[in-house]
């Protein structure tokens, strides 16, 4: 079945320090999701791609949808103490209603 | 807030039990949810819902079975539970125009 490859599995940075993490597929999505997910809490969206090319923000977060459909990015920028948690990103491909697949997450700790 | 309820928020089990879980919404939407956390292994979805009666497997459904009789309720219950099935489970409900998945706040499941 689809699989999504997300890197690296753990950050350790620095505050104030931009953030870079990707996600990526041997198979064609048409929706790329990002998340975060804070300790004891679900998943909250940060961002959603629908096009390919597309670069999408949200405050210091940016995100890409890949050209070739097979990938994703997520920028941060700046980081800050709040950005700690595990950002999972999510792919939707032609299967069967539309159920969407997980990475394993990407665990930012940010040093202040 | 995507009224999502998770019924309860942490349950300890003994092993051969069994237990249901509740996801309980309040907007009507048509697809819902029961993914299993791991660490390791990032977001696995067990069963979804696309509509009232209508149920199918995700990729990790051995040893669970799903009911929903009502649009708002998503019952997940583990017949005879193990100690592998401990795990935090997410509910998540999608909206039918779009990809977007919205999680509930987890129920951790320990089974002893």
């Known amino acids: 079945g689809q699989q999504l490859n997300q890197s690296p599995q753990s950050m350790f940075i620095q505050e104030g320090e931009d953030v870079s993490m990707n996600c990526t597929s041997s198979?064609?999505?048409?929706?790329w999701l990002w998340y975060k997910q804070d300790p004891g809490e679900g998943p909250v969206l940060l961002i959603a791609l629908y096009k390919a090319g597309e670069l999408t923000s949200n405050g210091r977060l940016t995100a890409q949808f890949g050209i070739t459909r097979k990938d994703s990015f997520l920028n941060i920028s700046a980081s800050i103490p709040s950005d700690v948690g595990i950002y999972f990103c999510a792919g939707q491909g032609g299967g069967s209603q539309g159920n969407l697949i997980f990475g394993k997450g990407t665990k930012l700790s940010v040093k202040p | 807030d995507a009224g999502i309820t998770q019924s309860p928020r942490h349950k300890v089990t003994e092993t051969g039990t069994p237990v249901t879980l509740r996801c309980h919404q309040t907007?009507?939407?048509?697809?819902m949810y029961w993914y299993r956390q791991d660490p390791g292994h990032g977001l696995r979805l067990i069963h979804y819902s696309y509509g009232v009666k209508d149920t199918d497997k995700g990729e990790v459904s051995d040893g669970y079975s799903v009911s929903r009789s009502k649009t708002e309720d998503f019952l997940l219950t583990l017949e005879s539970a193990t100690s592998s099935q401990t795990s935090v489970y997410f509910c998540?409900?999608?909206?039918?125009?779009?990809?977007?998945?919205?999680f509930g706040q987890g129920t951790r499941l320990t089974v002893v």
């Open positions: 998540a409900i999608r909206r039918e125009s779009n990809t977007e998945a919205f």
């Open positions: 907007e009507n939407h048509r697809y």
């Open positions: 198979s064609i999505f048409n929706t």
